[in-house]
């Protein structure tokens, strides 16, 4: 039975909770489709959630990656590209800053994901679930691993399928800030968005 590594990021940005978090240890041991899923969560640190993505990656050999996280928006976002740049201006939450904008110097400006987004959206809209490509995941942690994600799966030539989904904060999340107006979704929602999108790769 073919692998499926799903992961998501710890609370940042003040909040005690990280929806991305929470998809991944909910999905953790699940099959679906015909995959095994392994969920994990990494730290939003610069300095060490590579080495323990690559190393879950050595581990299990993934047929599939699906990195997640939190973002601002009001839909589920299947992110298309992966940027090869970093903002130097914003601290991970170990406090760590990044040298230079550049995440590295010897790869391509960007990687494309290379799973068929747009058929996925279509199907979480047809479901009833906010859903559409993103063409820009960002310049913090989450646009990062998604970039060392592909870098580390073309460097090894490997088949593995890999893209990045962004998830909208949860209800709770506007409760704990007081801040009504934010975009959310519940949980239930994000888990049948990433569950239908495996049973359609």
Not at 123 to 136: F, M, N, R
Not at 159 to 171: E, G, W, Y
Request: charged share 15%; hydrophobic share 40%; glycine share 4%.
């Amino acid at each position: 039975m073919p692998n499926l590594l799903i992961t998501g990021f710890e609370p940042f940005d003040g909040f005690s909770i990280n929806p991305s978090a929470e998809l991944a240890k909910q999905l953790d041991e699940e099959i679906i489709n015909r995959y095994h899923l392994s969920g994990f969560v990494l730290p939003l640190d610069y300095t060490k959630a590579f080495d323990i993505m690559k190393s879950h990656i050595e581990k299990i050999n993934p047929s599939v990656i699906l990195c997640c996280g939190q973002v601002n928006r009001s839909y589920i976002s299947l992110e298309r590209i992966a940027l090869n740049a970093i903002s130097t201006t914003r601290a991970d939450n170990y406090d760590n800053y990044p040298p230079t904008d550049t995440i590295n110097h010897e790869a391509p400006a960007a990687y494309f994901s290379n799973i068929d987004l747009q058929p996925l959206a279509k199907i979480l809209s047809e479901e009833g679930i906010p859903a559409a490509v993103s063409y820009h995941a960002g310049t913090y942690g989450c646009n990062w691993i998604f970039f060392k994600v592909m870098h580390y799966i073309q460097s090894k030539n490997m088949d593995t399928l890999a893209t990045f989904i962004h998830v909208p904060p949860l209800p709770t999340q506007a409760i704990e800030k007081e801040e009504m107006t934010v975009a959310t979704m519940p949980l239930d929602i994000m888990v049948k968005a990433v569950v239908t999108m495996i049973n359609n790769l």
